[in-house]
């Protein structure tokens, strides 16, 4: 009996011994690495916790820890494993950044603005203090905050092309005019059909209306005969572009004849915003509403007529006979 308990007393020395080992944790420590390489993170996770057992190993392991939630979907888990971690550590960027993005992926900009701030004060014109909170800024609608950020970022970088097209777009959420030359800026750099027709949209608010129908001409001859994408996407459907285009042309004055053209080609090819049609035919800066709302009428009148008659021709046989028996 007693050479059992002598056993177990041994037994559960050498396990303690290993489990705090520098050299099994570093093992320990590697094992993990292969797995959370191959992505199998199940068992990264259950290898680093035991690598995290020893002095050594327990920081790398627990920063591994994080990344492993973030990776699988827990990015508050992940922001919290760092917050302990820069405790430990208060000036390390990656630490600092990791945080950061953990938070805003969780939704909390608030929590990311802080670290954000930490990372601008330690790196004042990096990447991350000013157009990833930027964009965090943006994201809360701060929009001056951003462009503060940015502007200062942008004359050190000037090629950064998603920091200028954010730019443009903060100066755009406050109605400035300056977002016009960041537009045309970027667009010289990237043709990013959602950035023209923002800025087409912006040239047309500005009553710069040739420069707007140019910019949707571009876009209709770009997207024309593509299939539609998703409207969350934000990009514009070309029978929303021809109907924008219209507008420009009715609004500019210049060429009436091309405008009923064009917003014929966009009621015949499915646009049917009403808000937008009545929003039209009832500007006073139009002098044809009277015309506007004769060519609507006339082609929804005509499609229904097509629709009828698609109606009529598709009717079963046995249909037919019994609407025409008496």
């Known amino acids: 009996m007693r050479l059992i308990a002598v056993s177990i007393c041994l037994a559960a020395s050498i396990f303690s011994c290993v489990s705090f080992d520098p050299v099994a944790a570093e093992e320990y420590y590697s094992i993990a690495t292969a797995y959370f390489e191959l992505e199998k993170y199940d068992e990264a996770e259950r290898w680093f916790t035991k690598a995290r057992r020893a002095d050594k190993t327990r920081n790398a392991s627990d920063y591994n820890l994080g990344r492993i939630a973030f990776e699988t979907g827990r990015p508050e888990d992940a922001a919290v494993i760092f917050e302990k971690l820069i405790t430990k550590d208060p000036d390390n960027l990656l630490l600092l950044r990791s945080a950061a993005y953990s ?12 670290y954000y ?130 507008r420009s042309l009715f609004l500019a004055g210049s060429d009436t004849e091309l405008a009923l053209e064009e917003l014929g080609k966009a009621l015949e090819a499915g646009y049917d915003d009403q808000v937008a049609l009545d929003g039209l035919s009832s500007d006073d800066r139009i002098e044809v509403s009277d015309r506007i709302i004769a060519l609507v009428e006339s082609i929804r009148a005509k499609k229904a007529e097509a629709a009828g008659e698609t109606r009529k021709d598709s009717a079963s046989p046995a249909q037919a006979e019994k609407k025409t028996t008496p």
């Open 117 to 246: 701030a930490r990372i601008e004060a330690l790196l004042p014109l990096g990447k991350d203090s000013s157009f990833n909170h930027s964009l965090l800024l943006f994201s809360l609608e701060h929009y001056g905050d951003a462009i503060e950020k940015l502007q200062p970022y942008l004359d050190n970088a000037p090629d950064d092309l998603d920091a200028r097209v954010l730019l443009a777009r903060s100066q755009a959420a406050l109605d400035q005019p300056e977002a016009l030359d960041s537009y045309a800026i970027y667009l010289a750099k990237k043709d990013d059909v959602l950035a023209r027709y923002e800025y087409a949209g912006l040239c047309e608010s500005a009553e710069f209306y040739a420069l707007a129908v140019e910019n949707y001409d571009s876009l209709i001859k770009a997207l024309d005969g593509k299939p539609a994408t998703d409207a969350k996407s934000g990009t514009p459907t070309v029978p929303a572009l021809r109907f924008a285009k219209a």
């Open 103 to 114: 938070w805003a992926k969780a939704g909390k900009a608030e929590k990311a603005l802080v």
